[in-house]
């Protein structure tokens, strides 16, 4: 396999998935010289046995002798990866990425701190996809500063991650400063109504984003929440082509019918009664239609107040 990798010049695409491959150095070093191959996809490796066992400060600063600077994309997904050795191997394995996509590999602090190190010295990348890996607000911190003064990434995808509404200001805080980032998607990130709007305000002093996409999220339609959007577009952002908030609200039986075996009786009074209930809070965000609530976080909502009060965010 390795001396396929050294001896062949035509390979565009190359995927390896539960091959059990013992060590990473292996494969860079086979494709140190190969000028051809564009785009490498490693799924399902445990990424890598051999690697996984060593300390995650084994591996030294040093470059490999010969990095792959021809490789385009890279994608590591369906896998575990406990030290950050395999992920170090990669980034100074394959310096000139301009696609890095990990999905579905659990990631923590230090290997945010990895990819931190590498979108610095990676003047190429343009797209970072980071989907699945268990981010949190305080992992998307460690790699927000350097996302704000890029100048070349592109794309950037966050979904299926905990970031929820404290992570999603900090989201909206880089936007504000970030003036390359075109397309963003957060689906599925626990994010409600506070969060959008966070995003929904940068955008207003981002006129680089062409695409915003939140789908799966525990956002409820509002009055106020059109509102926003209709300015936005009408009046601070002409950029913005793409806006897409689907599969949002969360319905359940009983939300519709009083009797969920009989489906032809519609659940009327639930509606009038979460209207009614809706009304007597002043500073909630009025919501229309039946939906089914979700308890709060007091912790989660506290540290997310601070932070606005911090960064006034939302006015």
Same mark, same amino acid.
């Given at each position: 396999?390795?001396?396929?990798?050294?001896?062949?010049?035509?390979?565009?695409?190359?995927?390896?998935?539960?091959?059990?491959?013992?060590?990473?150095?292996?494969?860079?070093?086979?494709?140190?010289?190969?000028?051809?191959l564009k785009?490498?996809?490693?799924?399902?490796?445990?990424?890598?046995?051999?690697?996984?066992s060593?300390?995650?400060?084994?591996?030294?600063d040093?470059?490999?002798?010969?990095a792959?600077?021809?490789?385009?994309?890279?994608?590591?997904?369906?896998?575990?990866?406990?030290?950050?050795?395999?992920?170090?191997?990669?980034?100074?394995?394959?310096?000139n990425?301009?696609? /890095?996509?990990?999905? *579905?590999?659990p %990631? =923590?602090? @230090?290997?945010?701190?990895?990819?931190?190190?590498?979108?610095?010295? +990676?003047e190429?990348?343009?797209?970072?996809?980071?989907?699945?890996?268990k981010?949190?607000?305080?992992?998307?911190?460690?790699?927000?500063?350097?996302?704000?003064?890029?100048?070349?990434?592109?794309s /950037?995808?966050?979904? *299926?991650?905990? %970031? =929820?509404? @404290?992570?999603?200001?900090?989201?909206a805080?880089?936007l504000?400063? +970030?003036?390359?980032?075109?397309?963003?998607?957060?689906?599925?990130?626990?994010?409600?109504?506070?969060?959008?709007?966070?995003?929904?305000?940068?955008?207003?002093?981002?006129?680089?984003?062409?695409? /915003?996409?939140?789908?799966?999220?525990?956002? =409820?339609?509002?009055?106020?929440?059109?509102?926003?959007?209709?300015?936005?577009?009408?009046?601070?952002?002409?950029?913005?082509?793409?806006?897409?908030?689907?599969?949002?609200?969360?319905?359940?039986?009983?939300?519709?019918?009083?009797?969920?075996?009989?489906?032809?009786?519609?659940?009327?009074?639930?509606?009038?009664?979460?209207? =009614?209930?809706?009304?007597?809070?002043?500073?909630?965000?009025?919501?229309?239609?039946?939906?089914?609530?979700?308890?709060?976080?007091e912790?989660?909502?506290?540290?997310?107040?601070?932070?606005?009060?911090?960064k006034?965010?939302?006015?």
């Amino acid at each position: 396999m390795l001396l396929f990798l050294k001896l062949n010049f035509s390979l565009n695409k190359l995927m390896l998935s539960q091959n059990n491959i013992s060590n990473l150095s292996s494969i860079t070093d086979a494709l140190s010289s190969n000028t051809t191959l564009k785009e490498l996809a490693l799924s399902q490796q445990s990424y890598f046995k051999d690697e996984n066992s060593k300390s995650p400060f084994a591996f030294g600063d040093e470059p490999t002798e010969y990095a792959n600077t021809y490789l385009e994309k890279l994608t590591l997904s369906l896998g575990l990866m406990q030290t950050t050795l395999p992920l170090m191997q990669c980034c100074l394995g394959f310096s000139n990425l301009k696609q /890095l996509v990990i999905n *579905n590999v659990p %990631l =923590k602090k @230090l290997h945010f701190e990895t990819i931190d190190n590498y979108l610095v010295s +990676n003047e190429w990348l343009r797209k970072l996809k980071l989907i699945n890996v268990k981010m949190t607000s305080d992992c998307f911190s460690i790699i927000s500063e350097t996302i704000c003064n890029s100048k070349k990434i592109r794309s /950037l995808d966050l979904s *299926n991650n905990p %970031l =929820k509404d @404290l992570g999603c200001a900090k989201v909206a805080e880089m936007l504000i400063k +970030n003036k390359s980032i075109q397309s963003l998607k957060v689906n599925q990130s626990s994010v409600t109504e506070a969060g959008l709007v966070c995003l929904l305000n940068s955008l207003r002093q981002n006129n680089q984003v062409t695409k /915003l996409v939140a789908r799966d999220n525990r956002i =409820k339609a509002s009055r106020r929440l059109l509102a926003l959007v209709g300015d936005l577009v009408i009046y601070f952002n002409s950029t913005l082509r793409y806006l897409i908030l689907t599969c949002n609200q969360q319905y359940t039986k009983k939300d519709f019918y009083d009797d969920p075996k009989n489906p032809f009786k519609f659940m009327s009074s639930t509606v009038a009664k979460s209207k =009614k209930q809706d009304s007597k809070k002043d500073n909630e965000i009025e919501r229309v239609g039946p939906y089914r609530s979700f308890p709060p976080d007091e912790q989660m909502v506290a540290d997310f107040e601070k932070y606005l009060q911090e960064k006034s965010l939302l006015q």
